[in-house]
């Protein structure tokens, strides 16, 4: 009987800390007031789906630290990085591939 718990105790404490850990490998670098502003930003004039798409990609591809530098430069239109506009043109792209919602998104 003692077994038992001793197993069910091991096996609870194990699923608890498996959990904790994998929380912590799936945030990002990006703080979560940051991620909120870009999907209401995206939001404004695309749907969920493409948002959800764009926003993962772009915290995919450009870290943190670097998007705090290019935030002003976008919002002011002034990006002027051929390699982050080239970026920036795919991720558009692949994520308007995606289906719409009469299509079931």
């Given at each position: 009987m003692k077994i038992k718990s001793f197993i069910k105790i091991?096996?609870?404490t194990l699923s608890v800390f498996l959990f904790a850990c994998s929380n912590e490998t799936e945030s990002s670098d990006y703080p979560e007031e940051v991620t909120k502003d870009m999907y209401e930003l995206c939001l404004v004039t695309h749907r969920y789906g493409y948002c959800k798409c764009y926003v993962?990609?772009?915290q995919k591809n450009i870290p943190y630290d670097r998007h705090v530098i290019l935030k002003p430069k976008i919002d002011e239109g002034k990006?002027?990085?051929p390699e982050i506009l080239e970026l920036l043109l795919d991720i558009d792209k692949n994520c308007k591939?995606?289906?719409t919602s009469e299509?079931?998104?």
């Amino acid at each position: 009987m003692k077994i038992k718990s001793f197993i069910k105790i091991l096996v609870i404490t194990l699923s608890v800390f498996l959990f904790a850990c994998s929380n912590e490998t799936e945030s990002s670098d990006y703080p979560e007031e940051v991620t909120k502003d870009m999907y209401e930003l995206c939001l404004v004039t695309h749907r969920y789906g493409y948002c959800k798409c764009y926003v993962d990609n772009w915290q995919k591809n450009i870290p943190y630290d670097r998007h705090v530098i290019l935030k002003p430069k976008i919002d002011e239109g002034k990006l002027d990085d051929p390699e982050i506009l080239e970026l920036l043109l795919d991720i558009d792209k692949n994520c308007k591939r995606l289906p719409t919602s009469e299509q079931g998104w």
